[in-house]
Nanobody, 122 residues
Framework: QSRIVESGGDLVQSGGSLKLSCKGSGFVLSYYAIGWFRQAPGKEREGVICLTRRDGITENVDSVKGRFTISRDRAKNSVYLQMNNLKPEDTAVYHC???????????????WGQGTQVTVSS
């Protein structure tokens, strides 16, 4: 069964760093655009950052620019979200998702992972 699995979420202090991983199983991530989303308690899910097949990057949240980066390791069938200088407002469940149309424009994705919890303490 094809699926996407996220990992790397943790409890971290403000100012700390985390690297989230998104791995495909029976699913070649490099064929698709991969986006990272997050959903904080009581808030709607928001698209954070996206990477196309040709490594084009789209950032959607101003507050993470300069702090979050996305990258891909094709050999490991994985996409990563490096998060630096974390803030309490970054606390959320982070999901990665794949877009079969290789688009980071409409933030409409087709396959989703189950999410990983990131908690940033002040």
């Amino acid at each position: 069964q094809s699926r996407i699995v996220e990992s790397g979420g943790d409890l971290v202090q403000s100012g700390g760093s985390l690297k989230l991983s998104c791995k495909g199983s029976g699913f070649v991530l490099s064929y698709y655009a991969i986006g990272w989303f997050r959903q904080a308690p009581g808030k709607e899910r928001e698209g954070v950052i996206c990477l196309t097949r040709r490594d084009g990057i789209t950032e959607n949240v101003d507050s993470v620019k300069g702090r979050f980066t996305i990258s891909r390791d094709r050999a490991k069938n994985s996409v990563y979200l490096q998060m630096n200088n974390l803030k309490p407002e970054d606390t959320a469940v982070y999901h990665c998702a794949a877009d079969l149309n290789d688009s980071c424009e409409d933030w409409e994705f087709d396959y989703w992972g189950q999410g990983t919890q990131v908690t940033v303490s002040s």
